[in-house]
């Protein structure tokens, strides 16, 4: 059964680092892309970018382009998204979902990260 | 960037009503489109992609059609757990998605 299991919900300050998981299990994870999605509080989806964990081909969004850096480990089967100095605005649900290359829709979704961001 | 306006954004039907929801690209996208179902607290569903393939599981209800700039989403009978928000998602050119379609209960 795929998966798609992410890391717990956290809440940082302003301006603090921070690093959130989602770990694939199921299938070959170094064989699909894994993209990332943000969901403000009541507001809809936006893709803020994309890696391929096989050889870490790594796309941006150009809204997060230098905001967020996403990333992979494949040795544990394990994508990341990180940011070095939070603002109150990236409180939001996070998403991570498999996709199966260009032109292909997320056929599988994390349970999603809820980060708040507050002083 | 191509950009997917959803109309419309908000619609109020009944059970059993035939429900479409129209998804435009500010430019041609070919067959590139998938829609997918966002119920509160929960992550998105996949229902459609290559425009008007179901993905396996969704029930035959939900059809998709289109392509070039303009694609509809049609539920032919609403059903209670239907009531949900709809995103388009363009797949030409990167993952963008339509800023949603809220259906609820009349």
């Known amino acids: 059964e795929v998966q798609l299991v992410q890391s717990g919900a956290e809440v940082k300050k302003p301006g603090e680092s921070l690093k959130i998981s989602c770990k694939g299990s199921?299938?070959?994870?170094?064989?699909?892309?894994i993209g990332w999605v943000r969901q403000m509080p009541g507001k809809g989806l936006e893709w803020m970018g994309i890696i391929y964990p096989g050889d870490s081909d790594t796309r941006y969004s150009p809204s997060f382009q230098g905001q967020v850096t996403i990333s992979a480990d494949k040795s544990i089967s394990t994508a990341y998204l990180q940011w070095s100095s939070l603002k109150a605005s990236d409180t939001a649900m996070y998403y991570c979902?498999?996709?199966?290359?260009?032109?292909?829709?997320?056929?599988?979704w994390g349970q999603g990260t809820l980060v708040t961001v507050s002083s | 960037d191509i950009q997917l306006t959803q109309s419309p954004s908000f619609l109020s039907a009944s059970v059993g009503d035939r429900v479409t929801i129209t998804c435009r690209a500010s430019q041609g996208i070919s067959s590139y489109l998938a829609w997918y179902q966002q119920k509160p607290g929960k992550a998105p569903k996949l229902l459609i992609y290559a425009a008007s393939t179901l993905q396996s599981g969704v029930p035959s209800r939900f059809s998709g059609s289109g392509s070039g700039t303009e694609f509809t989403l049609t539920i032919s009978s609403l059903q209670p757990e239907d009531f949900a928000t709809y995103y388009c998602q363009q797949l030409n050119s990167s993952w963008t998605f339509g800023q949603g379609t809220k259906v609820e209960i009349k």
């Open positions: 199921g299938y070959s994870f170094t064989s699909y892309w």
């Open positions: 979902a498999r996709g199966d290359g260009w032109h292909f829709p997320f056929d599988y």
